[in-house]
């Protein structure tokens, strides 16, 4: 018998496996961590029209089933990721389930944008997610447009307004905000900041060039959940994930579609 940590991960599914629970489980398996699963949506891009997003989403009812079938069977299923939802319905779903099962650590990734979504519909999908998912989370990892979404503020062009946005974030009542300043912010370095409600911890690593990647903030999510469900604290998980997405970055792959996707398979978690 094998004892191994395990984490939940409730996401999309991208299928160039640039973005998505195609990322998700292999940071988790890359970290020694069991992921399970359910799926929320699929997003196929479409070849044929400059990749757009091409979006799907799945059942509300069959969104519960796999939450149901995942819970049952792991009494020590203690730490979820939340991707991408992509519907009210989905959100309340979800929602109602993470509310039910008291986990230890809830980490939301807070995917806004589907571009394959009308805007009206997005926006109540954003609404949803910021009143009933936001709540439950225990780290949110906003990238700057988000951070910019959520916190309601007008710019975020340098550190220190990176850091506002992240402490009101985390006054909406989430715990740890790590807010990724990445390659929106001027600079030789990648500054990521984490507010613990106390205090704004500044992680920085050198930026890998201008480049933009899929899934970097993907990886960045599921690395912190898969460090947490192995019984890291928040900080040690902030900077484990940060190693990671860097090297992934430098080790990045490139298909046809626009964007070079990262390659989480160069972090070595041993060195
Ligand atoms: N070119 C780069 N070099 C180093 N780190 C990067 C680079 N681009 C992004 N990152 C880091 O990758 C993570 C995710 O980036 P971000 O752009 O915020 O993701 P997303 O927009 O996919 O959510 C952050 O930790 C960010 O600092
Ligand atoms: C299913 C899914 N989840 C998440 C994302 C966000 O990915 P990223 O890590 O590049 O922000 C995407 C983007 O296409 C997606 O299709």
Known sequence: MTTVAKALVIAGSESTGGAGIQVDLRVFQQLGVLGVGALTCIVAFDPTNDWAHRFHPIEASLIDEQLEAAFADWDDLAVA????????????TVA??????????????????CKGQEPGAALDTDNALREKILPLATVVTPNVFEAQVLSGMDEITTVEQLGEAAKRIGDLGVPYVLAKGGVELPGEDAVDILWDGHELIETRREKVGPVRVSGAGCSVA???????????DVLDAVNVARDLVTEGIKARIAGNTPFD???????HPWG
């Open 81 to 92: 990721k939340v991707g991408m939802l992509g519907t009210p319905a989905t959100i309340d």
């Open 261 to 267: 996707i990262a390659w989480q398979g160069a972090y």
């Open 96 to 113: 109602a389930r993470l509310s039910e099962r008291r986990l230890r650590h809830v980490v939301v990734d807070p995917v806004l944008i």
């Open 222 to 232: 599921a690395a912190i959940t898969a460090q947490l469900a192995k019984g890291h």
